[in-house]
């Protein structure tokens, strides 16, 4: 997932980097990080990252609800770190 990508997702998803680092279990520091290009996500976090996109992706133009993407895959509300 490119940087272009990632910070793409995010505004469709209307999050911050916060919460997109709970969703993810890494820092919003790391996730800034990603969409300066500095480093790409890997492992889990990719793989979640890839997993959010594909919802995305499904959901098209429709609405999207910050909540009900935690439900559909996390079970519940996003962890948000302090």
């Known amino acids: 997932m490119t940087p272009q990508e990632?910070?793409?997702?995010?505004?469709?998803l209307g999050c911050s980097r916060r919460?997109?680092?709970g969703w993810v279990a890494v820092?919003?520091?790391t996730v800034g990080n990603?969409?300066?290009?500095?480093?790409?996500p890997t492992g889990?976090?990719?793989?979640?990252?890839r997993l959010i996109a594909?919802?995305?992706?499904?959901?098209?133009?429709?609405?999207?609800h910050r909540s009900r993407i935690a439900a559909l895959i996390f079970g519940g509300?996003?962890?948000?770190?302090?």
């Open 54 to 64: 594909g919802y995305v992706a499904l959901a098209g133009k429709r609405k999207l």
């Open 6 to 12: 990632l910070r793409a997702l995010r505004q469709r």
């Open 27 to 29: 820092t919003p520091q």
């Open 77 to 82: 509300p996003p962890p948000v770190h302090p």
């Open 34 to 40: 990603w969409e300066r290009g500095r480093y790409a």
């Open 44 to 49: 889990p976090a990719e793989a979640l990252l």
């Open 19 to 21: 919460q997109l680092a």
